[in-house]
């Protein structure tokens, strides 16, 4: 069956260290691969998006890795600040008129 | 530029009643999404609009809910009746382009529904 797993428990991290989320997939083959930020109470917000493609992506502090061989996804925030702390969530794009199918979000806590 | 746009932003409901959500998305963009959001879950696509038309439903309990889209523009999803697992935070999305190269979704802030 698909899957689309994520650390379901929440990484806590110092200010100012680089904090590095996971998302692993099973049975899907992605066109895109998606990063979104949800804060409490809000809708999630896009970050950055990889084709299958690209090996990394880069957008200010956040970076952005994609390995089909190992179907993972890295995501990275250097210089990590207590404002960096939210849900985030991974989502995988098939293409075409597939949907979009989303992880179930890891917690990141930048501790000051 | 104006971002998506929900209302109820919370409901609170009985089991067995009826409620509607209503969705105006970013204006020109062609595919709407309602995600369905369990607490401690990532989003469920219920259904997905292109212009007027349904590109995918397949996830959408079909005997309790329904969707439109009116002239391609705004979106009421209904749930008739509601069921206690029916809680949830749901999402409309929308996005500028079908289902092309950078699909990023821009979402409004949800109703949060409790049926008690």
């Known amino acids: 069956s698909q899957k689309i797993e994520q650390n379901s428990e929440a990484l806590n991290i110092q200010e100012g260290k680089t904090a590095t989320l996971t998302c692993n997939y099973t049975n899907y083959s992605p066109a895109y691969l998606q990063w979104y930020r949800q804060d409490p109470g809000r809708g999630p917000v896009f970050l950055l998006l990889i084709r299958e493609n690209e090996k990394e992506k880069r957008k200010e502090r956040l970076k952005v890795t994609f390995d089909t061989t190992l179907k993972q996804s890295l995501f990275h925030i250097t210089a990590s600040q207590p404002a960096d702390s939210a849900t985030y969530l991974c989502a995988i794009d098939s293409g075409g008129y597939q949907k979009v199918t989303f992880g179930t979000g890891t917690k990141l806590q930048v501790i000051p | 530029e104006a971002g998506v746009a929900q209302s109820p932003r919370y409901k609170i409901i009985e089991k067995r009643q009826s409620v509607a959500f209503w969705c105006n998305p970013i204006s020109g963009h062609a595919t709407l999404y309602w995600y369905q959001q369990i607490l401690g879950q990532g989003p469920k696509l219920l259904i997905q609009?292109?212009?007027?038309?349904?590109?995918?439903d397949s996830q959408l309990p079909k005997d309790r809910f329904s969707a439109e889209r009116l002239k391609g523009v705004d979106s009421t999803l209904k749930i008739q009746p509601a069921k206690l697992e029916d809680s949830a935070v749901y999402l409309c999305a929308s996005s500028p382009l079908g289902r092309t190269a950078n699909t990023e979704a821009f979402f409004g802030q949800g109703t949060r529904l409790t049926v008690v």
């Open positions: 609009f292109q212009n007027n038309g349904v590109v995918d």
